[in-house]
């Protein structure tokens, strides 16, 4: 019988995985199944674009021409669960259950937002992590943008900095501020990237708050533990990413996050059937911390995870999987960004690139992680709702 691998999740980790397992046990007797929650890819990166009202922005591209290999079997359905004795996965394709046999598995479920940390966050507070999560905000600030609202971004990591700049700069009719609870913005960059932040965050009106620790999200507003009132016709939520619950449910080993725990190459320390790739594993990077959560990692972690099994399926004994890095790449506006060269182990190097050529360096490097034609691109950059 055919060895069965089994690909869950077709985000930047799994699609890649599944691309290049595909491409390199070509000739061996082998069924590669990519089993997504939906038939669209969809860009995250490009999810604060959405929000913003860039129509064409992280929308969804279809998942069969991002993959364009028909030897790949795609399921669309959601997986609810894995069975580890079995090595079996369930998935509701249309709401029918169906369950999928492994021989090996690589989970790549990805991450979504982080909303049960504060209490009233899951309740009242907008995401921007997922597909549905950014459209609803992005209909949100639709409606508030017309009556001048207020907008208030929770967390100053890269996904609160460019949702505060991307709103700012496409709807200039909002009032944005940034809460963090760090006592600066860009912890971890070159002071000159952090001096460029503020530059771009005070150019764009964007208010930034620094040591306000929110304690509880209100329909109209927040309040931080030194007692601060901020009122908000929005608040959104961006302090961070958690995985599904998935890996840990079925007993294999995870950190405490969910994260799947995994070896140097990139497979459970629990099941040596399975591997795990991109935000959902907890792979240690160069620096012998785990990776970052990032669309870098997912990539390097999908493209190895591929020459591991298919030198494993050859007998042969893979070297490590490397995760380094390169950059930290963040856009502020359409028109403007911070690119922070970095050593592997993710430390900042001296070289930073800022204003309209990093904005085009980030832009370029996003585009090369898909299949698209450059007519593709463009959308409006006003805040259309
Ligand atoms: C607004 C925003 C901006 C960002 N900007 C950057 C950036 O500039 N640079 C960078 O490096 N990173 C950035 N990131 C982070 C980056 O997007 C993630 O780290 C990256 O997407 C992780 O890739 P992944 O393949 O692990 O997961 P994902 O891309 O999340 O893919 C997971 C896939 O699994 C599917 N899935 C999940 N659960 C199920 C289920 N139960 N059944 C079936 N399918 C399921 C999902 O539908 C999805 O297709 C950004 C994130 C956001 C939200």
Redesign the pocket.
Known sequence: MSHRLVV???????LQAAKRLARLLRRHDVTITL????DR??E??R??QLVAGQSRAGGGLSLREQLNDPSVRLVV????AIDAVSRTVAVAVDTVPALIGYDTLVY????GARLDDVPGASAHAYA???LGQATRLRDRVGQVMTSGGTVVVVGAG??GL??AAELAESCPTLRVRLLTGADDVGSGLMPRARRHLRYALDRLDVSVHTKAVVAKVREDGLDTVDGEAFAAHTVVWTTG?RV?E?ARAAGFATDEDGRMLVDATLRSISHPDVYA????AAGLSVGGAPGR??????LAM?RGVAGVIAARLAGEEPPPVRVGYVFT???LGRRDGVVQFTHADDSPRRFVLTGRAAAAF?ESV?RSTVRKSWGEYGGGTTCSG
């Open positions: 869950v999740g077709a985000g930047y980790a799994g089993v997504n929650a939906s890819f969809v995250r990166v999810l604060h359905g959601r997986v609810t790549a479920l990805g991450s921007v992590a997922d890269l996904t460019e949702t990413f599904p998935l790739v991109g935000d959902a959560m990032s669309c870098q990692s997912a999908g790449n963040i856009s980030k996003v």
